[in-house]
């Protein structure tokens, strides 16, 4: 009793006509795939017309993109900086928290919800620009200090390293908001641009240069306020409910 | 300040005044509370004071903006003393003593602890379909006092559920939304929700909310499983039957299908039953019927020829009266007659050779050969009856063989067994000539055989053992008991012989015995075998063996011939049969 399913000639037939079918299948979904007009990628067009055919981010997208920017920016350095608690400051008043002088102290920061209300646009926007322009060196050299120090493990060095380029892209998103701004007249041109002979170096009080921890202690203050400052900013600039 | 004291053996720390924390709310006010601890004459309100310092410029130390009256060593810091994202630093002071009992310093965003979410309530998503769990979507609202909706904090929400009274909360993953689902709670089961919020990014959680209370009563199902199972038993227990049914009712096949029978070994040609069950001479002739039992003898056996004696008219009438005389003797199987036993070849009936008829078988047919008393033709004597005379016969046939017949070993043409074919009335057993099956191997075989061979058929003078032992040249003569027993099935007898050419010619005393026209024929070589008659052919001569043109079907046949006789018996004729074979 043979047990073969088809004589040979026959099953040499069905897998010759299996392969053919299955290959013109493949041949067709690539042409179609290729073909299809839509599914090909291809870059948008540059919106230099507001309205037409382009959708062009509204203010409130340009903010609502920035704050949440800023908000991963403070959970890095927060992240960053609870690790550097632990790691190096076991006895942790619950409390107490040692004061530290941070280089961005000399720039004026309203310390509060009222007093950043009260601020003028154009004057947080330039608070929030300079606080960034202050941390773009100072990332840099905190990154390269953990590199270099054995004692962080890459994904540490890693993370402060992508703190240094979000900061630098936040910088960059709120010129642009404050661009738009100024485009549609909501800021005056009282907006100073910032000089690079501003850049502060990292001192502490002593005269050294800041250790990490001071470093990520004073980022992510700074950090928090830029995120704060932006939701106030938002919220003066575009009318929402009971903002 | 801190305080050991020993007491039986047990260390207690007792604190002097100190701070017992600072909170803030919404990250705009916060307050600060402290405990006189030991020292309880400093209780008394006024005695303990705080002083703050705010690290922004190194501003003096001030005393605390507000103690408030309803909370006993409490200060708070309303909205215009505090200052986010600004170091604090604070002091426990003694103003009459002078000592700074506790010192503490903080930022207040981290002593933010927001107020729990207000709001909790929750609503059924689904039951399963047992009935026996459900899902539940449990909503809040942010605590008032935070300032979300601006943004100024940002909050994140953990639900905690547990079975009520139960000590352990199942807790769910940090939301920053108002609302989450809860999945998998069991119905007839209450539980217990509640949630809580802190600012993202930061640690401290703040106060729970109060708890709700979910129960879904259980929905009796009216559809119950139990039937279900029910059918889902049965339904096996039919198909499990359905298969031994199957199983048994087609056994054989699936016997054959799973266990094919193994083939049993064949030989082409050859029935197994008869093997089991046939009869000897069947089995010989199935056997002999395989070529490859077959040897060529005849073309091995040069020596072996077939006679056949022509015969004249006058020895043709003869002959025919000889013949038929020779098978009415054979027939009548009385005594003192030459018996050929056309029987006796139980079991060669196919191996009928034509056998060379030797002159000494032929002289052993004549008459005159008495010396038997034996009323049974075929009893065959003892040898010691006539010892002298087969000892001169002997001799005499050893120097005489037959020309026709080249001298050739006995043994090849002697059978090996023979067959008991009847017996004596003195308790003798006569034998009867085998079949010529095997190739000559056992001398004493042959032996045997040849004696045996011999048949005393007349009561005449017989001397089967002498001339037995004379056939026998090689062999010693070794009389037997059995010796005598012997059939003769054969004669190679042919009408010459009775016209007087014997192919015999053994000795002189033989020659009485023998008919006087008989030429002395050579002797043929000490062989005792016989021959049976097989036909007549158109000559009219006896054919003893079947020619050799013939396919000889027993392979053995060339042994069958005729071996030579030296003496044949004389008593296998009777003297009126002699009378009549000579001319």
């Known amino acids: ?243 | 300040m801190y305080l050991s004291v020993y007491v039986n053996n047990n260390i207690y720390k007792l604190r002097g005044p100190h701070f017992t924390g600072c909170r803030s709310r919404e990250q705009e006010t916060f307050r600060c509370w402290w405990s006189a601890g030991i020292f309880q004459n400093l209780t008394e309100p006024g005695a303990l004071r705080v002083f703050y310092q705010t690290k922004n410029f190194l501003s003096e130390w001030q005393e605390c903006p507000d103690y408030t009256r309803t909370v006993k060593n409490e200060c708070y810091f309303n909205k215009t003393f505090t200052q986010i994202w600004t170091s604090y630093c604070i002091q426990l002071r003694s103003v009459r003593e002078n000592i700074t009992y506790d010192e503490a310093c903080f930022t207040v965003e981290n002593i933010v602890h927001p107020d729990p979410p207000i709001g909790l309530n929750w609503t059924l998503l689904n039951v399963s379909r047992s009935g026996l769990h459900f899902d539940v979507l449990v909503r809040w609202a942010p605590p008032p006092s935070a300032d979300v909706q601006m943004g100024w904090m940002s909050l994140v929400y953990q639900v905690q559920y547990r079975v009520r009274n139960n000590s352990h909360w199942e807790m769910l993953d940090l939301e920053s939304g108002t609302q989450q689902s809860i999945y998998g709670l069991h119905t007839d089961k209450e539980y217990e929700v509640r949630v809580r919020c802190k600012m993202s990014a930061f640690d401290n959680f703040g106060e729970f909310s109060d708890s709700i209370i979910v129960h879904v009563a259980q929905i009796p199902s009216k559809e119950s499983t139990f039937p279900t199972t029910l059918v889902l038993i049965f339904g096996v227990i039919g198909v499990v039957i359905l298969l031994v049914l199957l199983i048994f009712s087609q056994q054989q096949r699936l016997m054959v299908i799973f266990l094919p029978p193994i083939p049993a070994p064949k030989i082409k040609g050859i029935d197994p039953e008869l093997l089991k069950n046939g009869k000897l001479d069947q089995l010989n002739s199935l056997l002999s019927s395989q070529d490859m039992y077959k040897p060529d003898f005849y073309h091995e056996d040069p020596w072996v020829e077939f006679i056949q004696l022509d015969l004249d008219d006058p020895a043709e009438k003869n002959e025919s009266s000889d013949t038929q005389h020779l098978l009415g003797v054979s027939r009548s199987g009385s005594s003192h007659v030459l018996n050929f036993k056309s029987d006796d070849d139980s079991g060669r009936a196919s191996c009928y050779d034509p056998e060379i008829p030797n002159p000494e078988d032929l002289a052993s047919l004549l008459p005159g050969h008495s010396g038997r008393g034996d009323n049974h033709p075929l009893v065959s004597r003892s040898s010691s009856s006539i010892p002298d005379l087969g000892v001169q016969q002997t001799s005499e046939v050893e120097e005489t063989p037959i020309q026709t017949q080249p001298a050739v070993p006995s043994w090849v043409n002697m059978d090996f067994y023979a067959q008991v074919s009847d017996f004596t009335p003195a308790g003798g057993v006569v034998l009867s000539p085998g079949q010529l099956n095997s190739c000559p191997e056992k001398k004493k075989e042959e032996e045997n055989e040849k004696k045996i061979q011999f048949q005393l058929v007349s009561d005449g003078a017989y001397t089967s053992e002498n001339t037995a032992r004379q056939l026998s040249a090689s062999v010693p003569p070794s009389p037997g008991p059995e010796q005598g027993y012997q059939t003769f099935p054969t004669q190679a007898v042919e009408g010459n012989l009775w016209n007087g050419e014997y192919l015999v010619s053994t000795s002189d005393s033989q020659t009485p015995y023998l008919l006087p026209e008989a030429p002395p024929a050579p002797i043929l070589p000490p062989v005792s075998d016989y021959t049976v008659v097989q036909e007549v052919d158109a000559q009219h001569s006896l054919l003893l063996n079947p020619p050799s043109s013939q396919p000889a079907i027993c392979p053995h046949s060339p042994n069958k011939h005729l071996p030579a006789m030296p003496t044949m018996p004389m008593g296998y004729l009777t003297p009126d049969l002699l009378g009549n074979l000579t001319p």
């Open chain 1, 1 to 243: 009793m043979s047990l073969t399913l088809c004589s040979p000639t026959l099953c040499l037939y069905f897998s010759l006509s299996l392969g053919l079918s299955l290959w013109a299948v493949a041949v067709l979904l690539v042409a179609l795939l290729c073909l299809d007009p839509h599914s090909r990628v291809s870059s948008a067009p540059i919106c230099t017309h507001g309205p037409s055919g382009c959708h062009v981010p509204s203010l409130a997208d340009l903010f609502d993109r920035v704050i949440q920017h800023s908000a991963r920016m403070h959970s890095l350095s927060n992240d960053l900086h609870s690790e550097f608690e632990q790691y190096f400051l076991p006895s942790k008043n619950s409390i107490g928290k040692i004061y530290r002088k941070c280089h961005t102290s000399s720039i004026l920061t309203p310390n509060g919800k009222e007093n950043a209300q009260k601020l003028a646009r154009e004057e947080l926007t330039e608070v929030i620009l300079k606080l960034l322009m202050a941390w773009r060196d100072p990332l840099f050299q905190l990154h390269q200090s953990m590199a270099h120090q054995q004692d962080f493990n890459s994904f540490s060095s890693n993370k402060a390293l992508e703190m240094g380029d979000m900061t630098h892209e936040l910088r960059k998103g709120v010129e642009k908001v404050a661009e738009k701004m100024r485009v549609l007249g909501m800021l005056g041109n009282s907006v100073t641009g910032l000089s690079p002979a501003e850049t502060m170096l990292p001192i502490s009080d002593s005269g050294e240069a800041m250790s990490n921890y001071e470093l990520l202690y004073c980022f992510r203050r700074d950090s928090n306020k830029v995120q704060n400052y932006l939701k106030i900013l938002k919220c003066r600039i575009i009318p929402e409910h009971d903002c």
